[in-house]
């Protein structure tokens, strides 16, 4: 059990539809953190949320993507219109504060696969 | 710019032997440094991290590292690998107020029986 919810495991979307991801944070953790691997790459840093709050979106592509954190429900990471090269493995990790110095606790990974 | 660098990409060690995993870091002030473990399949998982104090860091597992401030160097170690220990490790460093993550580009590890 890691603790930090993703769903789905694995998602396969065509050219151009859109895909959801949710997340949902380890009990207590009010910080949400999305991160991207692509194949063969480390992960990436994409974007920082509290709740209904978005802190660092610095690592976010400036189009199709948007995430958000509300009050109630999971933290969800969205993409419009999906291309090939949105293929990879997206990670939610949640800590309970924001410095430098809390673990960042991950999910299991949603993998998304572009057909 | 904040970098995190891992030397080695692909590492393949026999049973019982020594692992040294490099990693090396660009950051201009306060740095917190990590070492996270994926197994196939799994999630990342937190083996050892340095925030301040004794250098040297012992983690999960049986694993270590040490944060050499001169070389900009964390690096892992483990006096004798074993077959379990098969997986990806990364390391990463977090810096400034958010807390976010800056991941090297992984290390994976085949340890053969």
């Known amino acids: 059990n890691a603790g930090v919810m993703q769903n789905p495991r694995h998602l396969v979307r065509r050219r151009g539809q859109e895909a959801r991801l949710r997340c949902s944070p380890m009990?207590?953790?009010?910080?949400v953190y999305w991160y991207r691997q692509l194949p063969e790459e480390g992960l990436k840093f994409m974007v920082y949320?509290?709740?209904?709050?978005?802190?660092?979106e610095s690592g976010m592509p400036k189009e199709r993507f948007s995430a958000e954190f509300p009050k109630e429900g999971p933290s969800i990471l969205r993409i419009q219109q999906v291309v090939r090269g949105d293929s990879a493995a997206y990670f939610c990790a949640s800590s309970k504060k924001d410095r430098g110095n809390q673990p960042q606790h991950f999910g299991d990974g949603t993998r998304l696969s572009i057909l | 710019a904040q970098s995190v660098s891992q030397h080695n990409h692909h590492v393949i060690l026999s049973e019982a032997a020594s692992l040294e995993l490099g990693c090396n870091y660009s950051y201009g002030g306060t740095v917190n440094l990590f070492w996270y473990v994926q197994y196939p399949g799994q999630h990342l998982q937190l083996l050892l991290k340095y925030f301040s104090g004794d250098p040297l860091v012992k983690g999960i597992k049986g694993f270590e590292a040490e944060f050499i401030k001169s070389k900009f160097s964390f690096n892992l170690r483990k006096p004798s690998v074993q077959w379990s220990d098969t997986a990806e490790y990364f390391c990463?460093?977090?810096?400034?107020?958010?807390?976010?993550?800056?991941f090297g580009q992984g290390t994976t590890l085949q340890v053969k029986p």
């Open positions: 990463a460093l977090a810096g400034g107020n958010t807390g976010k993550l800056i």
């Open positions: 009990k207590g953790h009010s910080h």
């Open positions: 949320l509290q709740k209904e709050n978005i802190i660092d």
